[in-house]
């Protein structure tokens, strides 16, 4: 079978084919802006982007991949660190891609075959630009800007549907543009940004001025470069699908002539505890965070992969804690198999279900149904395989958990009675009083946990 996907531009869920001659299948995802930790909402994406990775390779076999996953350097928040830290700007992304680079590690995410940087192809971006400026797609402005003129491409908005949801071009969209005074009109965007006092010593001469590039035209420079005029697949999260997606089909698709992507694919965002993620709810979590509290990578990339991408995944603490136990049963049933004689159709439904739009719960339930039964028609080479397609690295065990004070166990203790007696005001209070200690009490049908504070 085929690894089939849903197309974000089509609407539909189509097979994934390698277009060119040469066989390959060229796929090109949008990588993180390296100014800070990345937290578990972007790393659902890269995790998901790491499944079809894997399913890309098994369909298209060794060598006829070629994955571009590009490292955004240079914007208004990397520059603002480096401003606030007073640091130079390549110090402070190198320190932020490091840790992008651990932490795909950790999570057993392969690493991209090209991993292109914006500041890396300034002469690239200034090369597209230029060609869009003489199709007439862009022009310049009194402070060196160059901007794209969203009128003079006629398929605008066909990715994100802007005229369905009825939104006008210059009435919604510039609304919500800052800079809009120096354009034709408020929907259109950056291409180059003309140097400004905020930026320092961040920029690079141009047939313009001084200046640096807009974000969106880095991906479609470095996507041209690296893959050519027309990919097989372009993914990211949905959150990029409008503008950054939508840009790129434009600017790309009206430099070069020719289709950019055929495929689309988004993931859809991730919520913590029914909520959306934000430092002021206290929710947003990163990868060392996680495992602060005793969980192991490899049990937080299982609770990504445990709802469908295409859907909302609400993540919990506890949906961590049931990854652990659900990865302690694959380790028991891995190390039971025997090594050769088992029958390929036997794990075929949970590669089926992988193959089929990522459906990974069910492909989990399928992979269980099979260890529920037993060992009969499975060996550790076919086990193995599957194991390889989810990223499950099974031999990574996830590290004690800080075990809380005596005190605040029986905090704990007495908050657990009162719930039961349903006191409920006397249980927040207790909740509240071992939430000043430093740690959480997480309830559970059978009994509760505590975890220490997100720090």
């Known amino acids: 079978m085929a690894l089939r996907l849903y197309d974000s531009l089509r609407r539909d869920v189509r097979p994934l084919t390698a277009s060119q001659a040469d066989g390959v299948f060229r796929f090109y995802n949008c990588g993180p802006t390296v100014y800070a930790p990345a937290h578990i909402g972007n790393f659902r994406t890269f995790v998901v982007n790491d499944l079809i990775r894997r399913l890309a390779d098994r369909q298209f076999g060794p060598g006829r991949v070629k994955h571009v996953r590009n490292l955004t350097d240079v914007d208004d928040k990397t520059i603002r660190r480096a401003r606030e830290e007073r640091r130079p700007l390549a110090d402070v992304t190198r320190q932020w891609t490091e840790k992008f680079h651990r932490d795909c590690a950790a999570l057993n995410c392969l690493p991209p075959h090209v991993e292109p940087t914006a500041t890396g192809h300034i002469p690239e971006q200034i090369d597209m630009i230029a060609a869009l400026e003489r199709r007439a797609h862009a022009y310049r402005t009194e402070d060196g800007s160059v901007y794209f003129k969203v009128s003079s491409f006629n398929d605008y908005g066909s990715l994100s549907r802007l005229k369905e949801r009825e939104l006008k071009l210059g009435s919604a969209l510039k609304a919500t543009t800052a800079d809009s005074d120096e354009k034709e009109d408020g929907s259109d965007f950056a291409l180059w940004k003309g140097h400004k006092p905020d930026d320092g010593d961040v920029f690079w001469p141009s047939p313009w001025g001084p200046g640096r590039p807009g974000w969106h035209i880095e991906c479609s420079a470095m996507s041209k470069k690296h893959l050519g005029d027309t990919i097989d697949l372009h993914t990211g999260g949905v959150d990029l699908l409008f503008p950054h997606h939508e840009n790129e089909i ?76 659900a990865l302690g049963h694959l380790r028991a049933y891995a190390a039971s198999l025997p090594a050769t004689g088992g029958d390929p159709a036997t794990l075929a439904p949970v590669i089926a279900a992988l193959e089929d739009d990522l459906n990974t719960p069910a492909a989990l339930g399928a992979l269980f149904t099979v260890v529920n039964r037993g060992t009969h028609g499975v060996d550790a080479a076919g086990f193995a395989e599957v194991m390889g397609l989810l990223g499950f690295d099974l031999r990574t065990t996830p590290t004690a958990a800080p075990e809380a004070p005596a005190a605040v166990r029986a905090l704990a203790d007495q908050r657990w009675a009162a719930k039961a007696a349903r006191d409920f005001a006397r249980a927040d209070a207790l909740r509240a009083e071992i939430a000043q200690a430093g740690w959480t009490m997480l309830d559970r049908k059978d009994g509760f946990s505590l975890e220490p504070n997100k720090r």
């Open 250 to 325: 434009a600017q790309s698709q009206c430099c070069n002539q020719q289709p950019f992507s055929l495929h689309w694919y988004h993931s859809e965002h991730l919520l913590v505890d029914g909520k959306k993620m934000s430092k002021s709810l206290g929710n947003l979590y990163t990868l060392d965070d996680l495992t602060a509290k005793g969980f192991s990578p490899v049990a937080v990339r299982y609770a990504l992969l445990s709802g469908h991408p295409r859907k909302q995944l609400n993540f919990t603490l506890e949906s961590v804690h049931a990854a652990e136990k």
